[in-house]
């Protein structure tokens, strides 16, 4: 009897001791996994930051800093320091932030708090590869960014030389020059490809009013007021005048305030103002700067 009772008070032990080793493997394991997923999203919510601030800064908007903070503080109340260092030449920004998190399970056995950090840098550069231009080509030239600027395929004695740029019409693919102007040219085109001006038929101006109209945003979109992908932002490929051919040597963004077509002449003249614009794609830092911008991440 004595030995059944021995038995069975070890069977109950080891019972018990297996449930509390099971129970503090599984409380191991869930803090491990909580903290893998804390620090994957304080990663990513980190990038998606530095990424977005980069943009703005490089198109003008110089509270970097203070921007960063704010976002980060919006979504987390356990940070211990942000640290923010921006290049001279203000096209690298590195961020580096910690955090303290707090056990779910572990807390109980006296491991309080995790701290985990982070460090990303962002590098904004020039785009040397657009997928969706339009059939125009700016022949190469000084651009003042948000002044009211004319691109005209042809330039008379008695226009301002400063307002009115030269432009030139692109043939593109098996598209019309049309659709082109409308849905854009969906190969790509990278600086140093050469281009061919287009020969055909000049358009109607009712491809830039379709072009135009299709921003739908409400407020309409202004040059200092848009949201991104706006159809009156164009993207068009800067280039170089050979002696047989045109080389691209970088690109441009425009936002077209207005069309206007001479059927007489078949001139084309698009008003609006070169703008420095974010997308993303490839960039350079061997690429002349025409306005056309993308960031990249560099964890």
């Given amino acids: 009897m004595s030995v059944f009772k021995n038995s069975k008070g070890s069977t109950s032990v080891i019972f018990i001791s297996s449930i509390i080793v099971v129970v503090l493997i599984s409380a191991f394991i ?8 804390e620090r994957y999203k304080f990663s990513k919510d980190l990038n998606s930051i530095v990424s977005s601030e980069m943009g703005k800064f490089i198109q003008g908007d110089e509270k970097i800093t203070d921007n960063i903070i704010k976002e980060i503080n919006k979504k987390y109340t356990s940070i211990t320091n942000v640290d923010i260092k921006v290049s001279e030449n203000g096209r690298e920004m590195t961020l580096y932030a910690d955090r303290n998190l707090h056990y779910i399970f572990l807390k109980h056995l006296g491991f309080i708090v995790k701290p985990i950090d982070f460090r990303v840098t962002a590098k904004g ?16 030239t000084e651009i003042d960014f948000e002044k009211e600027r004319y691109l005209s395929f042809i330039i008379n004695e008695e226009d301002n030389k400063k307002m009115f740029h030269k432009i030139v019409p692109l043939a593109l693919g098996k598209q019309s020059f049309n659709s082109n102007i409308i849905h854009g040219y969906w190969e790509r085109i990278n600086v140093g490809d050469t281009v061919t001006p287009y020969s055909g038929e000049i358009i109607d101006i009712d491809s830039v009013d379709r072009l135009m109209s299709g921003c739908k945003n409400t407020p309409y979109c202004t040059y200092d007021n848009y949201k991104d992908g706006c159809s009156k932002i164009i993207i068009i490929p800067v280039v170089e005048e050979l002696e047989d051919s045109i080389k691209v040597i970088g690109f441009s963004a425009f936002f077209i305030e207005e069309g206007n077509f001479d059927k007489q002449t078949g001139n084309v003249t698009l008003k609006g103002r070169f703008i420095r614009y974010i997308v993303n794609e490839t960039i350079s830092d061997g690429i002349p700067d025409f306005g056309l911008l993308g960031v990249r991440l560099i964890n």
Avoid: H, Q, W
Wanted: aromatic share 12%; glycine share 8%; proline share 4%.
């Fill in 30 to 37: 869930t803090d491990i996994g909580y903290i893998a997923i």
């Fill in 125 to 140: 550069s020039n785009v040397n590869s657009y997928r969706g231009i339009r059939p125009f080509a700016l022949i190469k």
